[in-house]
């Protein structure tokens, strides 16, 4: 009797039969649901998915191949020190092998400290035979040979001493003279005053 009553309105109300009433509202329903869900499912999806996480620092943006590789460690080198007059043996100490000490080469009886150039001079440089030594004679001659590190000049051309007048320009403006090695001349003349006093002191006894 209830439905019957139903149906009697729904049918008196809207001038449908209760079937037809029943299908207008299924598809007032459905247009209500597919119109709401084009305006709420932006919404809806940005509320559910989680929000795209921040950026990265940049050094994972960077990636690894961008990573700057240390510097290799070079101690610092001393500051230069005035030697005056030093012999070859004393010259001999000063090779880099110490890091406490400074490099020191010779070039024509003037002595240089090469401390800064460390890296070429130094111990593991490709100049370090040089270093502690009268490079004269192997400069000139661009040699490598332990035989060549010396301040004997003699049977040099021409060309030869020019290459060592160049490497001696480029020394003098880049290394500061710290001291000198006593040169024959001077050491014979010691020698020879020396033994003058010495016979003058017998006479004089």
Do not use: C
């Not at 509202?25 to 809806?44: C, E, G, K, N």
């Not at 001393?78 to 010259?91: K, R």
């Amino acid at each position: 009797m209830v439905a019957q009553g139903i149906a009697d309105a729904v049918q008196a109300y809207t001038g449908l039969s209760p079937a037809a009433a029943v299908t207008v509202l299924a598809l007032m329903l459905a247009t209500y649901l597919i119109v709401s869900t084009l305006f709420v499912a932006p919404d809806a999806s940005a509320s559910s998915t989680p929000a795209a996480p921040p950026k990265a620092p940049q050094q994972q943006e960077q990636g690894p191949e961008t990573e700057t590789e240390p510097e290799p460690f070079v101690p610092p080198f001393p500051d230069p020190v005035q030697m005056g007059q030093i012999t070859l043996e004393q010259l001999r100490a000063y090779d880099g092998k110490d890091a406490a000490k400074s490099i020191l080469i010779a070039i024509r009886g003037q002595v240089y400290d090469v401390s800064r150039g460390r890296l070429f001079y130094g111990p593991q440089g490709p100049y370090s035979l040089f270093a502690g030594r009268d490079a004269s004679r192997a400069l000139a001659l661009m040699s490598f040979d332990p035989n060549d590190l010396t301040g004997d000049l003699e049977g040099l051309s021409p060309d030869e001493m020019e290459v060592l007048q160049d490497w001696e320009d480029k020394f003098k403006e880049r290394y500061p003279v710290v001291g000198r090695l006593p040169s024959e001349k001077a050491t014979v003349g010691d020698q020879n005053g020396a033994q003058l006093d010495h016979e003058g002191e017998n006479a004089s006894a």
